[in-house]
């Protein structure tokens, strides 16, 4: 596919582009435009002009458009999913489930359309203060800028876009030069469901070339990005006198509590799938695992039994389990990583080993010191690590040896435990009895310390999205 970038509905090529490759084999899928400062300034200027076509929609209006767009995507999420399958190399039955979430974001977010919501304020409750009445409102903050990584093109756009259309504003999207295809289809659909043209531009290409020009725009009111710790902090640096929502990256922990010895078989699979889902490129993919020493041993025979069992391979067969990494550094890394912890004293119980250039083994690493790559940072690949601790506060305490807190989880039958857990661990968002990688799209996502700021889920993004605007009446005058 030859993609082009999308300025006020139109389809914008230019000579020099990036070419996007098949993860798994390294085959072309298709090129975009390598955008720059130019493309985004004509993008910006496209959605001030949109911003304002956007303020004769009414709530009901915006609610209807993200509802037919729900259900174009719906009609064509077999198509979406296979250009996601090239794009990023997950699975057809990862890219099918993030085709379904996509349609389920879109369609929170046309519910919360309806609710931009403020509140009356008592003017009269401050001394002396006497015929003033009055509310505050949430109005839409104008331009946004929503930045996009690789490995859920389709459902984190949407996690920004439609909340931000919900809202009332204009959008002007950079999506990852890995994966820009699903996101101009995207784009597309939403204005074929009736959004203007204006209020929904696309400009494809590098994160230092028309991201950069997005962050610096002073028109910009609002950077909403997804990505790396390391670009989130360049963002901010740069981007100056505007609002930021960061989704940053994680090195998810979960414990496994001294009672949990029945439940192992089920906990193991469990860690297992969160560990290795899209090859563990996801931000709350289950990478720390501490199981109380005494189930230890156990813990580790069952998810390598289980791990044993995923077939890794080509993501395009429904039988494959486990497919590549979006590129061979991303693996170079990963392989790395996996050395360095060997050198330092851990030891691989479970694969370890590359298949190709992009593929690797799902891999289960124990007893990895802290001071490994493996442990501090987020690996962002198919390993997990396992180490024993000798109790619940030992646990609590390694969970949070992190610079990282988005969310995570315990498994554990005692009540006190798990609220100890949950009051204590520093994270977004904590998991009893599940891991840190569940998620439902219309809860509050989000990190603290190095995992970012500000949450998504469509309530709260159009929270972010918006800002209050305060309406005071003298009816004494
Ligand atoms: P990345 O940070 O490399 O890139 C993300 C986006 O930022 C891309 O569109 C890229 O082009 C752009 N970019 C890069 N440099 C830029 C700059 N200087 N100015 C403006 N934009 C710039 O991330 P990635 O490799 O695509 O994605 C993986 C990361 O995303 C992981 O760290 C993962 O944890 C994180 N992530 C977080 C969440 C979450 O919700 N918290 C979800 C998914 C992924």
Redesign the pocket.
């Known amino acids: 596919m030859k993609g082009y970038m999308l300025i006020a509905g139109k389809k914008v090529f230019k000579k020099e582009e990036i070419e996007i490759h098949f993860p798994y084999d390294g085959s072309l899928v298709g090129t975009i435009p390598r955008g720059d400062s130019k493309d985004v300034e004509l993008a910006v200027e496209s959605a001030k002009v949109g911003f304002e076509k956007m303020k004769e929609l009414t709530a009901y209006e915006r609610f209807r458009i993200l509802e037919r767009a729900a259900r174009l995507l719906s009609k064509r999420s077999r198509k979406f999913a296979q250009l996601l399958v090239m794009e990023v190399g997950k699975t057809i039955n990862e890219a099918m489930g993030e085709v379904g979430r996509a349609v389920n974001t879109i369609t929170l977010s046309a519910e919360e359309a309806k609710r931009v919501l403020g509140e009356e304020v008592r003017f009269d409750a401050a001394p002396g203060v006497k015929g003033k009445v009055g509310f505050y409102r949430r109005v839409p903050l104008g331009v946004i800028g929503c ?6 093109p389709l459902n ?1 756009t949407c996690h920004k876009v439609a909340p931000a259309l919900a809202a009332g504003n204009a959008v002007v999207i ?5 994966t820009s295809l699903t996101v101009i289809k995207l784009g597309e659909l939403l204005i074929e469901a009736g959004f203007p043209p204006e209020a929904v531009n696309v400009v494809t290409g ?3 070339e ?3 020009a ?2 610096r725009h002073p028109d910009v009111r609002m950077i909403t ?8 902090k ?2 901010m640096s ?1 981007g100056g006198l505007k609002k930021y929502a960061m ?4 090195n998810a922990g979960v414990y496994i509590d001294k009672d949990q010895k029945e439940k192992l078989p089920q906990i193991a699979e469990k860690v297992a799938r969160g560990g290795f889902a899209l090859a563990g ?4 993919s289950v990478q720390r695992v501490f199981v109380h020493s005494s189930l230890f041993e156990d813990f580790v025979k069952e998810v390598v039994e289980f791990t044993r069992k995923l077939k890794v391979g080509d993501p395009r067969l429904e039988e494959t389990d486990v497919g590549p990494v ?1 590129d061979k550094g991303a693996a170079d890394r990963i392989m790395e990583w996996i050395e360095e912890a060997v050198s330092l004293g851990a030891e691989v119980v479970c694969g370890g080993k590359r298949l190709s250039d992009t593929l690797i083994e799902p891999t289960v690493v124990i007893n990895v010191p802290r001071e490994a790559r493996l442990f501090r940072s ?1 690996v ?1 690949g198919p390993v997990i690590a396992v180490n024993g601790v000798n109790s619940l506060e030992e646990g609590i305490e390694a969970v949070n040896d992190s610079p990282y807190g ?1 969310q995570a989880g315990i498994f554990t039958d005692n009540i006190k435990a798990a609220f100890k857990f949950a009051e204590e661990v520093e994270c977004g968002g904590i998991m009893v009895n599940e891991i840190p990688t569940f998620r439902v799209d219309q809860m509050p ?3 603290v310390k190095e ?2 700021i500000g949450r ?1 889920g469509p309530k709260f993004a159009v929270e972010e999205m918006t800002e209050i605007k305060t309406i005071c009446f003298d009816t004494t005058l």
């Open positions: 930045i996009t990584p690789f490995n859920f984190l950079k999506p990852s030069e890995n590098y994160g230092e028309a991201g950069d997005l962050v990005f997804t990505g790396s710790v390391q670009t989130g360049i963002i740069r989704e940053l990256g994680s490129q996801v931000c709350i979006i987020e962002f988005l996502y989000g990190g995992s970012g998504e």
